[in-house]
């Protein structure tokens, strides 16, 4: 990678910014743009806010500030406060999800994620993008009945008072019931413990529209236990909700033609049967599945984070629905079609679990996630989870791709020694003959990036 930007590039950059009313809408904004790295700080916040993807707020935000959290802020929004700890913030570029564009904000400390991310939503851009669907909103709380005399009898009393648990719970929070949320359905569950202790668990499904709902349900779940402990004659212990939100999926495809896989001489026919390979691989074995969906959960998790959600939350969701059938799958799947006249395709799809808020929390008090959302402009928690299943995508893709063609430190050396060779304290002068040089000796290390730097300069 060098240090010197394209001058095409820079000179683009460089030109006055166009003036507000010429800017592109939301719909017009195009997330394909080449030589993003190769630009300094100054000239990619100016190409971002012609482009539309950032306003003049943001802008002058991003110009002027290099921590984006405040200590003031910070100790209001945890205990025990002693300061902040900074990620680097990056941009997915080239995707394209349901036909819309998005630049798509990521925090991360891992080299070459972001990286690899845009290139693949590169490729799958010239494909015809992604298609992702979240299309409920729906979180489970759940109220756990001990110590009933008759569970079948108290799982039919709690079924005969159904609609009036849900009034009960909807009057919790009439705000919700007015945007069209709240509580819309509740499911009795028997659960026969081996040690003698079996439980009732009632289900109350509530929809929380654009918010996480982990407070909302909890309140909810509270609020409607004596009632279910006087119907089923048992003792309420637990009232919470589930990090399983198995009722709150995204599902997210794309379709590549084989000829735009072609890579560093690997015929594209030969990286699509790798990747199905791997696939398959991930399927049959919980091993590989788990390394597998580390690589979708970079993508995934560093939107989640940039964007102010409990990555917490999701992963623990995502992985506990990647083992319902009793073995640990991978969130991500990758086979070959072929249509009618012959043309080979590698489709790949993902569906998880994604519990995501874009109202309240961090996005009203961290000014950084602020303008990550700015960034994205999405409308919903829906179109959130609906990149952030695209994004998932793609970084899989760019991990099976590597691994089915030149392995996958090839690219996480380069960068990992650029790493080494900043904390070795190469200036840019310095740093691509160093990294070269450090690649070379295989034992990229500080001390040898040091002991090479030395040699440097002397």
């Known amino acids: 990678?060098?240090?010197?930007?394209?001058?095409?590039?820079?000179?683009?950059?460089?030109?006055?910014?166009?003036?507000?009313?010429?800017?592109?809408?939301?719909?017009?904004?195009?997330?394909?743009?080449?030589?993003?790295?190769?630009?300094?700080?100054?000239?990619?916040?100016?190409?971002?806010?012609?482009?539309?993807?950032?306003?003049?707020?943001?802008?002058?935000?991003?110009?002027?500030?290099?921590?984006?959290?405040?200590f003031e802020t910070a100790d209001k929004m945890i205990e025990n406060a002693i300061g902040t700890f900074?990620?680097?913030?990056?941009?997915?570029?080239?995707?394209?999800?349901?036909?819309?564009?998005?630049?798509?904000?990521?925090?991360?400390e891992e080299p070459s994620v972001v990286a690899a991310v845009s290139h693949t939503a590169k490729?799958?851009?010239?494909?015809?993008?992604?298609?992702?669907?979240?299309?409920?909103?729906?979180?489970?709380?759940?109220?756990?009945?001990?110590?009933?005399?008759?569970?079948?009898?108290?799982?039919?009393?709690?079924?005969?008072?159904?609609?009036?648990?849900?009034?009960?719970?909807?009057?919790?929070?009439?705000k919700m019931v007015e945007r069209g949320g709240g509580a819309k359905d509740l499911e009795v569950r028997v659960l026969e413990n081996s040690g003698g202790n079996d439980m009732l668990v009632v289900h109350l499904l509530v929809d929380v529209c654009d918010a996480m709902g982990a407070n909302?349900?909890?309140?909810?779940?509270?609020?409607?236990?004596?009632?279910?402990?006087?119907?089923?004659?048992?003792?309420?212990?637990?009232?919470?909700?589930?990090n399983l939100a198995d009722r709150r999926l995204v599902h997210s495809q794309c379709k590549i033609p084989f000829d735009r896989l072609d890579w560093k001489g690997f015929p594209g026919e030969e990286v699509a049967r790798g990747i199905a390979e791997a696939s398959e691989f991930a399927e049959l074995d919980p091993y590989r599945a788990a390394t597998h969906n580390k690589g979708v959960m970079n993508g995934i998790s560093s939107v989640c984070i940039a964007s102010g959600n409990d990555w917490r939350a999701l992963e623990a969701g995502a992985h506990a629905y990647c083992c319902q059938d009793g073995q640990y799958r991978p969130m991500a799947t990758w086979h070959l079609e072929e249509d009618e006249d012959g043309q080979g395709y590698l489709v790949g799809q993902l569906t998880i679990p994604v519990q995501l808020g874009t109202v309240g929390g961090p996005t009203k008090l961290h000014p950084t996630v602020k303008v990550a959302h700015r960034i994205l402009d999405i409308d919903s928690a829906a179109q959130l989870g609906e990149v952030m299943g695209a994004v998932g995508l793609a970084q899989n893709l760019a991990a099976l791709k590597a691994l089915a063609t030149e392995g996958i430190q090839s690219g996480h050396m380069s960068l990992h020694a650029r790493s080494v060779a900043a904390t070795a304290g190469a200036t840019d002068e310095e740093m691509d003959e160093l990294v070269e040089r450090l690649i070379e000796t295989e034992d990229i290390k500080v001390r040898t990036a040091q002991k090479i730097l030395a040699e440097m300069r002397s």
């Open 1 to 70: 990678m060098t240090n010197q930007a394209p001058e095409r590039n820079r000179q683009d950059a460089a030109q006055p910014s166009a003036p507000a009313e010429t800017r592109p809408s939301k719909t017009e904004r195009n997330s394909r743009i080449s030589g993003f790295y190769n630009l300094d700080r100054t000239e990619r916040l100016n190409l971002l806010r012609d482009r539309g993807f950032l306003d003049e707020e943001s802008y002058e935000y991003l110009s002027e500030t290099d921590s984006g959290l405040g």
């Open 86 to 108: 900074e990620l680097p913030m990056g941009l997915g570029l080239n995707f394209t999800v349901n036909g819309r564009d998005y630049v798509v904000p990521m925090a991360i």
């Open 123 to 174: 490729i799958v851009r010239g494909a015809g993008g992604f298609e992702s669907k979240c299309k409920s909103s729906l979180m489970i709380g759940q109220i756990q009945v001990l110590e009933c005399e008759d569970l079948d009898e108290a799982r039919t009393s709690v079924l005969e008072e159904r609609q009036r648990i849900i009034h009960m719970a909807n009057e919790l929070h009439p």
């Open 216 to 242: 909302l349900v909890n309140t909810m779940a509270e609020g409607v236990a004596p009632f279910i402990e006087e119907l089923t004659g048992g003792r309420v212990s637990l009232r919470i909700l589930s």
